[in-house]
């Protein structure tokens, strides 16, 4: 069953920590992205990476960071430079170099809070 | 920077009223995508329209690209409930390659 796994669903973080969330896919995408989402504010990209080795900041990318050794996952750690982590973090990816290129399939999504 | 803006934030519906969300782009886009987010969920892709004017339909759902491809609509006919939930437009520009989401607009449809 192809699609993108986000973990955990809920997270706690406490001052000072750093927390990381997980996104993996199956889907055989080149592309893949982290979005924050606040209430009213819609999604706003964090960082992206559109092959392994390599990411790009995206528009509020201060207190976060990721890495992409693998094609299959895209982690995020949310670090204790961000001062208000508390947000809905989806997760996406996108196949490259067609026509469909930049349609994004979600995750579930991750909901962190902080203690 | 890119924006892309979306009206109404919010929109309360009886059940079997039309309902349209408007988005409009600060520039010229490539294409532009249409996103559903029901309660709780996460976003899922209705539509991409890429040429100008373009218009489709999926359903009781018409979507159109405006014909300086800087705006957009989505129409529902005759709402029903399942339609409830947060619809997203997303814009890609020439050049860039990542989208511009809209904040959405919140549709409620009371039976």
């Known amino acids: 069953d192809g699609g993108i796994t986000q973990s955990p669903k809920y997270l706690f973080r406490k001052e000072g920590q750093n927390v990381t969330l997980s996104c993996e896919q199956n889907l055989n995408h080149d592309a893949m992205y982290w979005y924050r989402q606040d209430p009213g504010q819609g999604l706003r990209l964090i960082y992206y990476?559109?092959?392994?080795?390599?990411?790009q900041k995206g528009d509020i990318a201060e207190g976060y960071s990721v890495s992409r050794e693998k094609k299959e996952s895209f982690p995020l750690t949310v670090t204790s430079a961000q001062k208000n982590p508390t947000a809905f973090y989806l997760c996406?990816?996108?196949?490259?170099?067609?026509?469909?290129?930049?349609?994004?399939?979600f995750g579930a999504g991750t909901r962190l809070s902080v203690l | 920077g890119q924006q892309v803006m979306q009206i109404p934030q919010y929109q309360h519906v009886q059940e079997g009223e039309d309902f349209t969300t408007y988005c409009n782009s600060s520039?010229?886009?490539?294409?532009i995508q249409w996103y559903k987010q029901r309660p709780g969920g996460h976003p899922v892709f209705l539509i991409q329209?890429?040429?100008?004017?373009e218009v489709k339909k999926q359903k009781r759902l018409t979507f159109q690209f405006g014909e300086a491809k800087k705006n957009s609509s989505l129409h529902i006919t005759a709402t029903q409930t399942t339609d409830v939930g947060t619809y997203f437009c997303a814009g890609l520009n020439s050049g860039y390659s990542t989208l511009t989401f809209g904040k959405g607009t919140m549709l409620l449809v009371s039976p």
């Open positions: 990476s559109q092959i392994v080795n390599d990411f």
């Open positions: 520039t010229t886009l490539s294409n």
């Open positions: 996406a990816s996108s196949i490259q170099g067609t026509r469909d290129k930049n349609i994004q399939y």
């Open positions: 329209l890429v040429k100008s004017g």
